[in-house]
């Protein structure tokens, strides 16, 4: 995917003023409007225009894309970074006009990224001369131990506003959030009158934290249901020992089936996340062999004599 220097292709500055960049639009639309224009490549080139300014006269998607830095070329190959648009504090209200834009735009503000989507609410309306403030939504991550206890936890925030001469601003906050036990990921939580303030005594917004839950070392999560790879050791498997597996809530005892063969799945009813109908975890069992030494090479010679096995009997001949 190809990096597209909004700011290049307008042909203003990055400290450019709303105004400045508002100018600069009409002047190119002018040059560039495939019912007028007679330049080369003008419908494409206007084209890139509507993308560019529907992103820059925006003050947070422009906020946004500036938080990507001058380090980027137009045309250079693009990988939005792992945590994009984390923490930063949107107006609900999707991601506007964006048919037939650039895969770059569909990636950082069309409808499955952070800025996009269906959502619900933009403010609960007007009434009279009063309307209600916009709803907010930001994009936090919390660890797979958090999702599974709930607490209290700090968040930072970004919000862009717009200051007097036409420049966008991003003002920081940190907020106190109570994450409840058992939340999932992509679940939101409202915090009621943390939105914009609301016009002519009217209430004040809400704001949605859209909750992403971390990778974890140890576990994989699929919904509410965890799984971990458990290490045993071959006799353990063979004899159907009792191992210690680890869980979200601590560690706990686990009987192997006698006989346990490596990748079978055993399941822990009820120790994946918490909720109405708690998750499930998955153990999945890998055979581990013992580090060579001469007491483990004659063990194995023992068995090699004694025990009457073919792993390879049932392949075809």
Do not use: C
Request: glycine letters at 14%.
């Amino acid at each position: 995917m190809q990096f597209k220097d909004y700011y290049d292709v307008m042909g203003v500055a990055r400290g450019a003023s709303q105004d400045e960049i508002k100018r600069a639009y009409r002047k190119l639309a002018r040059k560039y409007h495939p019912d007028v224009s007679k330049e080369k490549d003008a419908e494409e080139k206007f084209k890139e225009l509507q993308e560019a300014y529907e992103v820059l006269k925006d003050p947070e998607k422009r906020a946004a894309y500036d938080q990507l830095g001058a380090n980027f070329r137009q045309g250079q190959e693009f990988r939005p970074p792992p945590d994009w648009g984390k923490g930063f504090e949107f107006s609900r209200g999707g991601a506007g006009p964006g048919g037939g834009f650039s895969d770059f735009f569909s990636e950082l503000f069309g409808a499955r990224s952070p800025f996009g989507g269906a959502q619900p609410g933009g403010g609960h309306g007007a009434r009279g001369f009063a309307a209600a403030g916009q709803d907010h939504v930001a994009r936090v991550e919390i660890d797979l131990e958090d999702a599974f206890r709930g607490g209290t936890r700090t968040i930072d925030l970004r919000a862009p506003e717009m200051t007097a001469d036409g420049h966008v601003l991003v003002k920081p906050r940190t907020l106190r959030v109570s994450i409840p036990a058992g939340v999932v990921d992509g679940q939101q939580i409202r915090l009621a009158g943390q939105g914009s303030p609301g016009v002519g005594g009217g209430p004040t917004g809400d704001l949605y934290l859209e909750v992403n839950i971390r990778p974890h070392p140890t576990f994989q999560l699929d919904g509410r249901d965890v799984s971990v790879t458990l290490p045993v050791a071959p006799w353990e498997a063979a004899l159907g020992e009792t191992v210690s597996a680890p869980t979200l809530g601590g560690p706990v005892d686990m009987k192997l089936p006698a006989g346990a063969r490596a990748g079978q799945k055993l399941r822990l009813r009820g120790r994946g996340l918490p909720g109405a109908t708690p998750g499930d975890q998955y153990v999945v069992l890998k055979i581990v062999l013992p580090p060579d030494s001469p007491r483990a090479r004659e063990i194995f010679e023992q068995m090699k004599r004694e025990v009457p096995f073919d792993p390879r009997a049932g392949l075809a001949r």
